[in-house]
DNA sequence: ATGATGTAGGCAATCGTTTGCGGCAATCGT
DNA sequence: ACGATTGCCGCAAACGATTGCCTACATCAT
């Protein structure tokens, strides 16, 4: 059994004695109701039947004619992460205030499901694409839609020669550094996420050129690379604290991978901050809900200006990439 | 600068020197490159032809005619929290493989957010809606889009009417009772979720019921209502441990509230097990990471049988509600 | 030889909108 | 008073696919 078949614009004209065409202009004028299309009487007319029957353009006859879906598509690496599924949020939001629908899908950061997902989605004729999993493994895929014009915009992550989004993700790497040895600590270990990938790669070099600048030498610092989540924030930990135990402060990229790091911590009877502090990056709800100290990326706003920099494409307007502030949240862990 | 225009079917049929029409039925032909519909050799020279020129279906031209979008709606109280997300990319996996795309949207479990996004969606025509975030407080528009015989069905959450996909979320709370009972806990606090969701009243309600069989009496056991993340979780240990100083044994209905409450307890510097055990529920990444004992629910499969449901009622079919069995998963923390 | 059955493919209507181009009055300027 | 505007609105051609109904020919059985 179907749902009714809502009113088509056929319908309403006939209705009310007028073309289809007079209907659909007045319909779609963008000043609304105060459109000059037809006469205020008639306008009103329209508008008030339209109302009492429900009417609702259908968006596939629109965009036959148009050649414009009103839909952009979203990749992330996946939406089970917070960060990723924040930042989707914040284009989700920005997107349905103007109008505009989203698709998101996960490429799980593989190259070959990145490319499969986004076709699929220009399949089905998304005006434009927000991809969250830039990295080194997919720049030749955003190279080829930037040679084939297909508007897109970079979250989260970013690589040369496409606009982006991010968090000042050096300086976010600064802030910690900064914090961490004026508390006194000496020794470090940088929990350092996923290789290839600009939030990895600029918050540990953002935290080692400060730790450089603050007289912290080389062989005080262990790093650990992995992933962003807490299995692999676990990982890390064991590593570092295996490689250097006179480790007495731990800098994980990800609020997860800390959370991770905080696990095996407590199962050592490591006391938290007193032997070993640590700290994250993103401030995710969690950060709050174990009084991690960490660092507070906007990711809502980066989904949503990303948002914003994607419509300017599709506007012909030629974007700049933005890097947004970080701001250093202290809590009880460092 | 727009990407180039894909090529059509009447292209593809004029350079072939057919009709459009043996092209398209050649084209979506369920049975492929050995479809009747066109002797062989011309059936290899349509295939061959739309491989080279690379075409694509345009989905809006083949939606307006079958009144078919192959899209379904997904509205979920928040992607941020993990559960919902997974069940999330359960429901896409499992449209993906059948050739159908989702659109996600927030609720925030407020009911005229709910009714707004679900109607945009219909607006965008999607073939069938799947909710996340049932309540008492929804299922006035649950129970109106049944009447408008709009294809739905839940997952996560259930109200009666309606079908839907759960964990056994019952048996899950008895699951634990029983373990922390054995353990030779005695005095317990729910952290009990969000009033009016299946979720949080079944999972306490097995809960209680259990204990109520191993011999518990009431007064032993503090109840805190609240919702599913960190902060809130906090919030109820709080109260739970002001309530009832006693308590030594925690449950809370998520592994993110169980999270907050592990905070406040490493805070004050009670030792989890050795004075209070405490146990999450759903098994997401984050409890592997902090090692606490948990349900596991088959969030992923949630997903997939709630799109598989959908399917077959857009074939027609009367479907069920079904249960899925949850497994004790015994870590450090009880 | 005849009608039945199959095979291969064309015709044209249709889905619901959008939009370029006019048409017809009433109003205005001079 | 008369051509030029302006205000209102209709006509019909797209947009790109799907699909019911035909046609034309070949094959087959009787």
Redesign the pocket.
């Known amino acids: 059994m179907q749902a009714a078949?809502p009113v088509?614009?056929?319908e309403l004209a006939s209705e009310l004695?007028?073309?289809?065409?007079?209907v659909?202009?007045v319909?779609?004028d963008p000043l609304g109701r105060d459109g000059?299309?037809?006469?205020p009487d008639?306008t009103q007319r329209i508008f008030a039947l339209a109302e009492t029957r429900g009417y609702r353009?259908?968006p596939y006859?629109?965009s036959?004619?148009?050649n414009r879906s009103n839909l952009i598509g979203v990749i992330v690496p996946r939406l089970q992460d917070y960060v990723l599924a924040t930042i989707y949020e914040g284009i989700d939001e920005a997107a349905l205030s103007q109008d505009y629908l989203t698709m998101v899908s996960n490429s799980l950061d593989v190259p070959q499901r990145q490319r499969d997902k986004a076709e699929r989605l220009l399949d089905h004729r998304v005006d434009g694409l927000i991809f969250g999993d830039a990295a080194e493994a997919n720049r030749g895929y955003l190279d080829e839609l930037r040679d084939r014009r297909v508007p897109h915009t970079l979250v989260s992550r970013r690589i040369a020669g496409h606009t982006s989004v991010t968090c000042d993700d050096y300086r976010g790497g600064q802030l910690i550094a900064e914090h961490l040895v004026a508390r006194g600590r000496r020794v470090f270990g940088v929990i350092a996420g996923k290789p290839g990938t600009s939030t990895s790669s600029e918050r540990t070099s953002g935290f080692l050129d400060a730790l450089a600048e603050l007289g912290i030498t080389e062989d005080q610092v262990t790093l650990a690379p992995g992933g962003f989540d807490a299995p692999a924030g676990r990982e890390a930990a064991e590593q570092i604290l295996s490689e250097n135990p006179a480790t007495d402060a731990i800098f994980a990229v990800n609020d997860f991978a800390a959370i991770g790091a905080l696990g095996v911590l407590h199962n050592r009877g490591i006391r938290v901050p007193d032997d070993i502090a640590l700290a994250g990056y993103n401030d995710t709800a969690l950060a709050a809900g174990v009084n991690l100290t960490t660092v507070r990326s906007p990711m809502h706003e980066i989904g949503s200006r990303g948002f914003a920099l994607l419509i300017d494409q599709l506007g012909g307007i030629t974007t700049e990439s933005e890097q947004l502030q970080p701001e250093l949240i202290v809590r009880d862990t460092a």
Chains 1, 2 share one sequence.
């Open positions: 078949r088509t614009l056929k004695g007028l073309n289809i065409s007079t659909s202009r319909l779609s000059k299309w037809a006469s008639t353009r259908n006859a629109a036959l004619r148009t």
